[in-house]
């Protein structure tokens, strides 16, 4: 689990160095491009880290393997590393060594790291992280996708790589109402690269970025070439209704009835258990 995101999100502080207020959208929407430094107080690094400390541990496993949930040692370790082990400034540093900007769609601030490649006519690439994590995540794509041949590839392969912040997630803005699914943020995704000047790129997405990568694709908006994503929704509705009774629909193939057999096995785990939890109530199951 990458808790990256997380960290920022709760201690992030914002440094906005230009701000001009020239163009606004029919909502009344600051169109402008702002540049963007990032900037965590001490104060709440310090709070954070003392929360970490204060953890409550339960009892050790009765068992010698993780049939009873992740191991005691091993969360310990995990919460040490995090807790005191792990440099927030030197990710810091980091991210604003980066070309990094604002700009507000729909009401929310979004934040998004904007590197453009040396190569000409480099292919412009939309990036849209997963869940729970953040820009973080795609850190280390940036070179060899900006400068290639760096990195044993030609300059024909170049790309000139955006990759903004979800709502709600890292640096950007938290909406203040309902709707910001998918398909909302597809679109604030397109807006986005017009207002950056491009009228041909591509869009790639992964976990949480993946629905909101095909919904891009559904949508087609002028200019969009094409999209690829990592974790694409192969369960078709039919066979998705079908897993919690684990009777499968007619005319499953061989192949297609062993995946069906495994993914109902892995649902009497539990392991859907947290997603099912989340889809019923998200704002409950995070505040309970």
């Known amino acids: 689990m990458r808790l990256d995101s997380v960290v920022a999100a709760l201690v992030c502080g914002v440094i906005v160095l230009f701000s001009p207020a020239d163009a606004r959208s029919a909502t009344g929407d600051d169109r402008s491009i702002r540049p963007f430094k990032a900037q965590v107080p ?6 954070l880290r003392g929360r970490i400390a204060a953890t409550r541990w339960p009892d050790k496993e009765a068992v010698a393997d993780a049939t009873q949930g992740p191991q005691l040692a091993r969360l310990q370790e995990l919460v040490r590393y995090w ?23 729909d009401g929310v601030d979004i934040h998004f790291i904007h590197v453009r490649s040396r190569h000409k006519n480099a292919l412009p690439i939309l990036v849209t992280h997963g869940w729970p994590g953040s820009v973080i995540e795609q850190l280390k794509i940036i070179g060899p996708l900006t400068d290639p041949t760096a990195h044993g590839g030609r300059a024909e392969d170049a790309f000139d790589v955006v990759i903004p912040s979800l709502p709600g997630y ?13 398909d909302h943020i597809a679109q604030a995704w397109a807006e986005l690269m017009k207002r950056l000047g491009y009228t041909r790129y591509v869009a790639q997405g992964g976990d949480w970025g993946s629905p909101i990568t095909q919904s891009m694709g559904r949508q087609a ?9 990592n974790l694409p929704g192969a369960v078709p509705p039919e066979v998705a209704a079908a897993l919690p009774g684990g ?3 007619p005319g499953l193939s061989d192949k297609e009835r062993a995946v069906f057999d495994h993914l109902v096995a892995a649902a009497r785990m539990g392991n859907t258990t947290y997603v099912a939890m989340m889809a019923a109530r998200p704002r409950r199951s995070v505040t309970a």
């Open 42 to 47: 001490q104060a709440a690094l310090d709070e």
């Open 83 to 105: 807790g005191s082990g792990y440099d927030w400034r030197k990710v810091e540093a980091q991210l604003n060594a980066l070309p990094q900007f604002t700009t507000t769609i």
């Open 170 to 182: 890292g640096f950007s803005g938290k909406p203040t109402g309902t709707g910001w699914g998918p």
């Open 221 to 229: 908006p002028k200019g969009l070439l094409g999209i690829h994503v």
């Open 247 to 249: 009777t499968p629909p």
